[in-house]
Nanobody, 122 residues
């Protein structure tokens, strides 16, 4: 139901745009989010957006560099990542949650995509 794509290898300072395509249900009352997990680390929150209203929130580590957005007609969520750093290297996951309230813990999210690898070289 959630299909993530757009990862790849990029040099430090470069940009990537991740795409998450949603299907199979009405997401109008959902929040959509992006998380990431680096090797040996726990999965961490990156950004979230309310599907209907479009209100967005970004983690401090990516604020000002990453932007989450959505295209309601295409049921697609994007994560535009600019000025990438080596510490952004991780598998990035899109997720959906049946609530518009903020939730930063992965356990609070209901549906997950398969992940897409982002590697930033120095």
């Amino acid at each position: 139901q959630l299909q993530a794509s757009g990862g790849g290898l990029v040099q430090s300072g470069g940009s990537l745009r991740l795409t998450c395509t949603a299907s199979g249900r009405d997401f109008s009352r959902y929040s959509m989010g992006w998380f990431r997990q680096a090797p040996g680390k726990e999965r961490e929150f990156v950004a979230t957006i309310a599907w209907s209203a479009g209100a967005a929130y970004h983690a401090g580590a990516v604020k000002g560099r990453f932007t989450i957005s959505r295209d309601k007609a295409k049921k697609t969520v994007f994560l535009q990542m600019n000025n990438l750093k080596p510490e952004d290297t991780a598998v990035y996951y899109c997720a959906a949650r049946q609530s518009i309230l903020l939730e930063f813990a992965p356990a609070g999210w209901d549906y997950w995509g398969q992940g897409t690898q982002v590697t930033v070289s120095s």
